[in-house]
């Protein structure tokens, strides 16, 4: 695909007018920047593209560009133009004319890059800046002008996590394109990030069972490149400039200053190959649209997993990265490994669980031996850190040093009621007797 944007402009101004001498120098004038003696380029460029196209017949907007991007004269004027102290960059945005293909979701109808353009509410300009297809923003510094703001969270194991979030125009154009792949639609056992289930319901799944198998997907985000949801728009029936317009908006390519910016943490080879991930455009963590796009990617993989339950007798379902199976008999991991590697995923070794009825069965931070329940230990930690908080003030009992605090304890008070509501309701009367104001 030809890199320069003024190639592509013109290309496409000429093929959206007569293929005449006169009808392509005014086309031409449209797009090109502004310079000394530009008259003269116009005409020499529109002369060299007819010696080698007197017809324009079978002429594609790319083909076109790559033509004038080895013309002679087109590369002299690009020069003289840069010469001039003009910057080389078409005077108009352009959008490419498309049409879909037959649908075979629901999604919305966006024929072409200006479609999707007021769908958006975004003018050319904007949507192709955001987009950054090309990865310029890679080697922008951090800072507000940066479409992301890029923050390392320390993990007790493994490298760093970095969490990736959008300034507020992206955010809402991400908040805007999470309708897609909702509509494309989750698996049945998909539990996260899926309206009216949650991580109780897909802890439920797997209670009283003789054995519990649970395994998680490593770096879930950044397994999910732009490609992967580059596909699944094609597949949708989006003609592949919206696209890669979309999948762009969706996705992030790591900047050079984030990256020199990581902490210490995890082996060499597993930051070598997080900072591998990061840098190709991802899924970014912290966007508002990645949960929907990690559910909709993942739709064939769950049809597997389930697949693969169904032929043991066993249950499945998925909450983010987290895979569980129960029942008498889970596959066996190395079967569940190679259809995540199939998938374009990977297993985290230190992460998997076997377990039998002899052992705390845990799903997603829930016991699910006999009932649903919190783990004992956490339950007494809460407990212990209301009763400092009331003896001793909310402010010494933060010694994590946690943002808002109150909402914090509420928030952790909340979960093990879902689960536990005897246990809930003594920790919320605890909770009533902590003076937050002083």
């Not at 001039?84 to 945005?93: L, S």
Request: aromatic letters at 6%; a positive charge; proline letters at 8%.
């Amino acid at each position: 695909m030809p890199h320069d944007a003024v190639a592509r402009a013109v290309a496409l101004a000429f093929l959206r007018t007569d293929w005449t001498e006169p009808a392509l120098r005014v086309a031409a004038r449209e797009v090109l920047p502004e310079w000394p003696h530009r008259a003269v380029w116009v005409h020499r460029i529109v002369r060299g593209v007819l010696e080698v196209h007197p017809r324009p017949h079978g002429l594609r907007p790319r083909g076109l560009a790559a033509v004038l991007e080895t013309l002679p004269v087109f590369d002299e004027a690009r020069g003289r133009c840069r010469g001039a102290g003009v910057t080389w960059k078409p005077t108009q945005p352009t959008l490419t004319p498309t049409a879909m293909a037959a649908r075979a979701w629901q999604v919305p109808a966006l024929p072409d890059e200006a479609a999707l353009s007021a769908w958006l509410r975004l003018p050319p300009g904007e949507l192709a800046w955001l987009a950054d297809n090309q990865h310029r923003h890679r080697r922008h510094p951090q800072g507000p002008l940066h479409p992301y703001r890029a923050t390392w969270v320390p993990r007790r194991s493994g490298p760093p996590r970095l969490i990736e979030a959008p300034n507020s125009l992206l955010k809402r154009v991400q908040r805007r394109l999470a309708t897609l792949p909702r509509a494309l639609g989750a698996h049945d056992s998909a539990y996260g990030f899926v309206s009216g289930r949650s991580a109780v319901d897909h802890a439920r799944l797997h209670v009283g069972q003789r054995r519990v198998l649970t395994v998680d997907l490593r770096d879930f985000f950044t397994s999910i490149t732009a490609r992967r949801v580059f596909g699944l728009l094609v597949a949708a029936g989006y003609p592949e400039a919206v696209a890669y317009l979309v999948a762009g908006l969706s996705t992030t390519a790591t900047s050079i200053a984030a990256l020199s910016g990581m902490p210490p943490g995890g082996r060499a080879e597993e930051r070598y190959a997080q900072r591998a991930r990061l840098r190709e455009a991802h899924l970014p963590q912290g966007s508002p649209s990645s949960p929907a796009w990690s559910n909709a990617v993942c739709f064939s993989l769950d049809r597997r997993m389930a697949g693969l339950a169904d032929s043991v007798g066993a249950t499945y379902s998925r909450y983010a990265d987290d895979l569980t199976f129960s029942g008498d008999r889970v596959p066996a991991l190395n079967v569940v490994a190679a259809i995540v590697a199939a998938e374009g995923f990977a297993l985290n070794p230190t992460k998997s669980r076997n377990l039998g009825r002899g052992r705390r069965q845990q799903v997603t931070g829930v016991v699910v031996n006999e009932r649903p329940n919190v783990p004992r230990e956490e339950y007494q930690k809460l407990r212990a850190i209301l009763h400092d908080a009331r003896r001793n003030g909310a402010a010494q009992a933060n010694r994590a040093g946690v943002p808002d605090f109150a909402a914090h304890l509420a928030g952790r008070i909340n979960w093990i009621r879902q689960l536990n509501p005897e246990r809930g309701n003594r920790l919320a009367e605890a909770y009533a007797r902590i003076d937050f104001t002083s």
